[in-house]
């Protein structure tokens, strides 16, 4: 096994205070290889999509370490998480969340203007297939387009890791399907890991790791033998 | 029980409570200004009424050079007249212990004993005249308390040129003098002008006048016709050099009073609905922006069977609530206000009580104004509410559509990154909106030009006035036109260093229908301490025939240079005739005239006569020569230019004028309010883009340019905009602040824009910051989980 990309120890996070507070994670140990695709499996509450946020950068444990190689993000800085986040890692959300006012092809150059060593914002929306919608608004794609952009996106920085939280969450099965494919070949061909948060078990099948997750904590981790391609998943 | 509705309703109001106070606060300073104003009207008018009516203040005012006594008898049977007190009014030069220049006082006959059947006074402290004494005086209570003056004590005065003693046995306050000026002065001060009654028999004994008088009251029966019984008056006094009867509207006290009543009037009128249009479109923004947010909760109760009118009626009850929570907290603000002002009132008008009376009518004209106002902001907001349909409110929003802004300046856009684009885009879309925010931002800045341009405006009136209409250090006035040689002997007075004698004569101009009464001054050839000045302060030279009018006479007569204008002098022969406008000129405190002084002179058939001296002197030398002066018999009295200026700056600084100061302060408030809430609501829209740019790996520096950007574009389109538009609003805001009194000019002044340009500046700069502050403390996740 190649060192890992993520590793936890006694990872916790605690919302608010008192008799009203909310562990939404309960000392997680951890370990994501580097290159491969995880998925994170739970229902909703269970702290998943908690673990997402405190790996990519966008919050904060309240106790126990967080590595990403030999750098603990939990000692980070703001300026030093935005650093991080900007040089490392991509996002895919549910709802896309791309700049309305601004191209496909200037969607993915927003990032690739500040990147150190990024794809052509052409080529990576190719990858996604979406190289002759280059020029549309987001009001004139679909939902699965806009997803598509969303990743072309988040990979234009070509990053070591790439973090989808419920990417097929608001997309009907064929276009989900296709985003998973997107998904793979991401990782088939820029060689990212990918870390998936989902509720949706089926998704599990596209990974090489799926943890589940349940109250807090990780309840098992199976490793699959057998990876299916994502145009083989029944939904 | 309470609707659940009701108790959202509640929650989001405290949810919205920074927005929503400052929403209230402009609707509540346009409330508080409107029951404070309607307020002060109703409580000057009727408290002046009700005094005028209790202590008998004549309709009609008549003086006269020297009249029989039978005449006011005969007056007093003319139709329409219901009383004539005839009395003598003359001028006294008071000595006060300490001080070298004389004060100057007004003489006022009143009965030997009882009251007199008009112009009574409202005796303050001691008693009325018994006529048991002929040096017993009744003081002017504000004069008296000004130099601590009570009953018992003594005072000196000259009277037609022979010094007396008299003794003080009481003090008084009087309808006629409710705002009292020394002649030839405008401004009150109560230390430099007095007024003293006393027994006819006395003054008759020193004016000479056993059996005359020179000043007569007419009170009018209801009926009456004002203009027939003062044509009457005037043929019956004519031939013992009737000087013009005049209405009450004319009298100057009540001239003054009425001006205020009449600005306060005005006010009223025209200022509270700005602060209602602004508040209006402040809540059309910040309502249109939460039904955009709401749009999921708004779909959710349609689908549970809430109608239209129920989920309008949510929305509508907050604006309801702002509107008339403001205007609530408006109306008792005003109250005190109001109750404040009275006390400022007191202090120029002497009124024996002066109570603040509510109008009750602006307490409902204020509430439900605010609430129309409000309403017509949110009825816009309300289609919008109508419009959704539950299914479509549930879905995510489609993102917003770009697809024509991104049409527009792609010229421009391709030379621009990712952020700029994303600015330029945005101010593209939607134009209105930004037009909006523009012309809100540009108003805010034109009310800051204006305002400060008063400001530089009431200098340049003290300074026009104090240092180049006049250049004098006093002027003396003598009891009657006396000859040019006096100038001579006071050309000699140790201290004086240069002295020009000027005329004044009282004149009714008159144009058609117009006429308006006021005095005409001849002016020496080539004056070197008084003169007419043109616009550009230019000495205008005064022709052998012809007079230079002020602006203000001009504008009130509708006359031009070249136009003839009907002259009526009141003294001497009493001529009447026409002569041309010879120029209009520039002056900024009082309405005078101009003429050549000799030309004067020889209109009246009184050759080399003056009626005061403006002189220049000697600092060292000052007392001496007021000393000096004192004891010239033809000397009435003197009038030192730095105290006159400094009247003039405190009525500036703690009367109407202050009020300069406050609109000021709500300039730079309602300024602030519409910067702020421009930035407020662009972060709200943007909330979720930002948050995006920030996952992405933006510095918050890098987020908050795409924020800043758009509020620095519309700022500075706003600024030019605003500059044009405070030029022109300049104009009308120096209008409602000139009075008959001073007159306030609107000068185009770089310092004064440069300074609304930083106030403008320095409110998008604290607005910027609180939204940056926002924009670092908001929680990306939480941001990002939101659907729009």
């Known amino acids: 096994m190649t060192s890992p990309a993520f590793t936890t120890r006694g990872l916790t996070k605690v919302y608010g205070e008192g008799h009203t507070a909310v562990h939404a994670l309960r000392g997680v140990d951890l370990e994501i290889p580097k290159g491969e695709v995880v998925v994170l499996l739970g229902p909703s509450g269970s702290g998943k999509s908690t673990l997402l946020n405190i790996l990519g950068g966008l919050d904060r444990a309240t106790d126990g370490t967080a590595l990403f190689h030999d750098t603990n993000l939990s000692e980070m800085t703001d300026r030093q998480l935005t650093r991080f986040r900007r040089d490392h890692v991509g996002f895919v959300f549910q709802f896309y969340n791309l700049m309305p006012s601004l191209t496909a092809r200037e969607n993915v150059e927003l990032v690739t203007e500040i990147a150190q060593a990024p794809l052509d914002a052409g080529d990576a929306l190719a990858l996604v297939g979406l190289a002759d919608r280059a020029d549309h608004f987001p009001a004139q794609l679909s939902g699965g387009e806009q997803q598509r952009v969303a990743i072309a996106r988040a990979i234009a920085k070509q990053p070591e890791v790439l973090f989808c939280d419920e990417p097929t969450g608001a997309l009907d099965s064929q276009t989900g399907r296709t985003v998973l494919k997107v998904l793979q070949d991401v990782n088939d061909q820029l060689g990212s890991t990918i870390l998936m948060v989902t509720h949706a078990a089926h998704t599990a099948k596209m990974a090489d790791r799926v943890i589940h997750f349940a109250d807090g904590a990780i309840r098992e981790v199976v490793l699959n033998a057998t990876k299916l391609n994502p145009e083989e998943i029944a939904w | ?788």
């Open chain 2, 1 to 788: 029980m309470v609707s659940p509705l009701d108790h959202k309703l509640v929650r989001d109001l405290w949810r919205m409570k920074g927005q929503g106070m400052a929403i209230g606060a402009v609707i509540g300073v346009g409330v508080m200004l409107m029951v404070m104003m309607t307020g002060l009207t109703v409580s000057l008018t009727e408290t002046r009424a009700a005094y005028y009516d209790r202590y008998r203040l004549a309709d009609v005012f008549a003086s006269v050079a020297r009249a029989p006594d039978r005449m006011a008898d005969r007056i007093a049977l003319l139709p329409g007249v219901a009383a004539a007190e005839s009395r003598i009014v003359g001028r006294a030069l008071i000595e006060v212990p300490g001080e070298a220049l004389g004060i100057q006082a007004q003489a006022v006959s009143l009965p030997e004993r009882g009251r007199p059947a008009l112009n009574d006074i409202y005796l303050t402290h001691g008693r009325m005249l018994d006529g048991s004494r002929s040096d017993d005086v009744i003081v002017l209570e504000s004069f008296a308390k000004a130099h601590d003056l009570s009953p018992g004590d003594t005072l000196r005065a000259t009277m037609n040129g022979s010094r007396r003693t008299f003794r003080i046995i009481g003090l008084a306050q009087s309808p006629e003098f409710l705002y009292t000026t020394a002649p030839g002065e405008l401004v009150p001060d109560d230390a430099r002008f007095g007024v003293i009654w006393m027994s006819r028999s006395s003054l008759a004994a020193t004016y000479d006048l056993d059996g005359a008088f020179h000043d007569l009251l007419i009170g009018l029966t209801r009926d009456a016709r004002q203009d027939a019984v003062i044509t009457a008056v005037d043929d019956l006094l004519d031939r013992f050099g009737g000087r013009g009867a005049y209405g009450r509207e004319d009298q100057q006290s009540n001239r003054f009073v009425s001006e205020e009543i009449s600005g306060l009037e005005a006010a009223a009128k025209g200022v509270p609905p700005i602060f209602l249009a602004v508040a209006s479109f402040l809540l059309y923004i910040v309502m249109s922006r939460m039904v955009q947010s709401e749009r999921e909760e708004i779909g959710l109760m349609k689908a549970f069977g809430y109608t239209n009118a129920e989920v309008g009626t949510h929305y509508f009850k907050m604006i309801l609530a702002i509107a008339a929570g403001g205007a609530l907290a408006g109306c008792l603000a005003g109250i005190v206000a109001g109750r404040m002002m009275i006390g400022m009132y007191l202090i120029y008008f002497k009124f024996p009580f002066l109570v603040f009376q509510l109008d009750p009518a602006s307490f409902v004209i204020g509430v439900s104004a605010s609430i129309l106002a409000a309403s017509a902001g949110g009825l816009f907001v309300l289609r919008r509410v109508f419009a959704l349909d539950p299914a479509a409110a549930m879905r995510p929003p489609a993102p917003a559509n770009y697809v024509r802004a991104g049409q527009m300046g792609r010229a421009l856009a391709r030379r621009l990154d990712q952020p700029s684009r994303m600015v330029l885009r945005r101010i593209l879309r939607q134009p209105a909106r930004m037009a909006g925010a523009m012309i809100g931002i540009a108003t805010g800045m034109a009310l800051s030009v204006s305002m400060i341009t008063i400001y530089a405006g009431f200098d340049r009136t003290i300074d026009l006035t104090f240092s180049v209409v006049d250049r004098s250090d006093a002027t003396v006035s003598f009891t009657h036109p006396v000859s040019d040689k006096t100038l001579f002997e006071l050309g000699r007075l140790p201290g004086v260093t240069h002295v020009e004698g000027m005329r004044h004569v009282p004149v009714v101009f008159g144009n058609g229908r117009n006429s308006y009464r006021g005095v005409l001054t001849g002016l020496p050839p080539d004056p070197q301490l008084n003169w007419a000045l043109d616009a550009d302060m230019v000495p205008i030279p005064l022709p052998d025939r012809g007079i230079v009018l002020s602006v203000y006479i001009a504008q009130t007569l509708d006359l031009r240079p070249g136009d003839l204008v009907r002259i009526d002098l009141r003294e001497g022969r009493q001529p009447i005739l026409e002569v041309p406008v010879a120029g209009i000129a520039q002056t900024l405190l009082g309405s005078p005239a101009y003429m050549d002084l000799a030309a004067l002179n020889a209109l009246l058939g009184e050759p080399g006569r003056v009626t005061s001296a403006a002189l220049t002197l000697d600092p060292a030398r000052a007392d001496a020569l007021y000393r000096d002066l004192r004891d010239m018999p033809t000397v009435v009295g003197v009038s030192v230019k730095a105290q006159a200026r400094d009247a003039f700056v405190e009525i500036m600084d703690t009367g109407a004028g202050s009020v300069r100061y406050v609109m000021g302060a709500m300039a730079f408030i309602i300024t602030f309010g519409i910067v702020y809430n421009a930035a407020r609501i662009a972060f709200a829209e943007r909330e979720r883009d930002l948050a995006s740019l920030r996952v992405i790996g933006f510095t918050s520096g890098e987020a908050a340019f795409v924020l800043l950007g758009e509020l620095a574009v519309v700022v500075f389109v706003a600024l030019p905009l605003g500059g044009v538009l405070g030029y022109y609003l300049s104009f009308g805001i120096a209008a409602g602040f000139s009075t008959e009194l001073y007159q306030i000019p609107a000068l185009f002044d770089p310092v004064s824009y440069g300074s609304a340009m930083l106030v403008v500046l320095g409110a998008a700069f604290v607005s910027g910051l609180l939204v940056v502050r926002d924009l670092n403390r908001s929680d990306l996740v939480e941001a990002l989980k939101r659907r729009e």
